[in-house]
């Protein structure tokens, strides 16, 4: 049995050509359907992102703000 050289992928097949097939058909078309899937996941994520940033922006700054804050007091630890 050839298994799909992808490792996320189970698909097995019990030759090489048709393996290769899959792997062609599948994997490398970005077009096919899993990629297509994937991409739209993708999209999705980055837009929900982006709403989240629109809808709060100084969420961000404050998460900025508290790394800062981290930052120095691990300075200050440091020059003890
Ligand atoms: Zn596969």
């Known amino acids: 049995m050839y298994s799909c050289s992808y490792s996320w992928c189970p698909k097995k097949f019990p030759r090489k ?5 899959h ?6 078309k970005p077009d ?3 990629n297509r899937k994937l991409e739209k996941k993708r999209m999705e994520d980055e837009a929900k992102a982006r709403r989240l940033a629109e809808v ?3 969420a961000g700054v404050a998460r900025f703000k508290s790394m800062l804050k981290k930052k120095k007091s691990i300075s200050r630890l440091a020059n003890r």
């Open 17 to 21: 050509d048709s393996r290769n097939r």
């Open 32 to 34: 096919s359907r899993l």
């Open 23 to 28: 792997e062609k058909l599948v994997h490398e």
């Open 56 to 58: 709060n922006p100084s």
